[in-house]
């Protein structure tokens, strides 16, 4: 307990002393916390989700945006910066992992935050990171389906108890963020200190 005499901020020397120490502590493993990914180069891919074709491990396929996802999540998509396989993704940084197994591909899909709408202006500066899964339906005659799903969707969430379920990697789609914010982490002991002019618009 804190006791209220003796130093000038009404506490006593040794409780401000430690004080200090905690709230150094805090910055300290707050700017430590850093989360680093690494992929092979054949983890990044170039489909045209925005478009009613795109090629899909060499093959044309007809794109499907199922119900699971959302119209800002849509637009994100349709501007992403970077598409990359979700299982290929290591990362360092975060101590547990947690993956559905199923059909599909998981995907992560970056794009810079554009910043046009309110809400926007409270979503991370350094970007969005959308966890999709795709999967592919072959049809006789017709050219095959990609099916692309919200992996936070709940009919997907759900999936993973039933004989169907549909492949998703949270981690992954946390890696990435978290690492693009790296140069928001690293200033954190300097916007506690100068709130009133940060390095790196938070959102808060």
């Known amino acids: 307990m ?6 000038p901020g ?5 409780s401000w002393c430690e004080l200090k120490c905690l709230l150094l502590c805090a910055l300290v493993s707050g700017c430590a916390h850093v989360v680093k990914i690494s992929y092979p180069p054949e983890a990044m891919l170039n489909p045209t989700f925005d478009k009613p074709y795109t090629i899909w491990e060499g093959e044309r396929v007809e794109i499907a ?10 637009k ?14 290591r990362q360092r940084g975060l101590r547990d992992e ?29 970007g969005i990171a959308l966890g999709i899964t795709a999967i592919k339906e072959e049809r006789r005659g017709k ?8 992996s936070l969707d709940p009919f997907v969430v759900r999936s993973s108890t039933g004989p169907h379920p549909i492949a998703a990697n949270y981690t992954a789609t946390l890696a990435v963020i ?27």
């Open 2 to 7: 804190w006791t209220t005499s003796g130093s």
């Open 10 to 14: 009404g506490l006593r020397q040794s």
């Open 65 to 74: 945006r199922t119900p699971s996802l959302r119209p800002e999540s849509l």
């Open 76 to 89: 994100y998509l349709a501007t992403s910066d970077q598409v990359l396989l979700a299982d290929s993704i």
């Open 98 to 126: 947690f993956k559905i197994g199923g059909a599909g591909t998981p995907l992560v899909v970056f794009s810079k935050n554009p910043r046009s709408t309110p809400k926007e202006t409270h979503y991370p500066s350094s």
């Open 143 to 150: 050219v095959p389906l990609l099916k692309l799903y919200d």
């Open 178 to 204: 978290f690492s693009r914010a790296e140069a928001v982490a690293g200033s954190a002991a300097g916007s506690f200190l100068r709130p009133d002019n940060p390095r790196f618009a938070t959102g808060v």
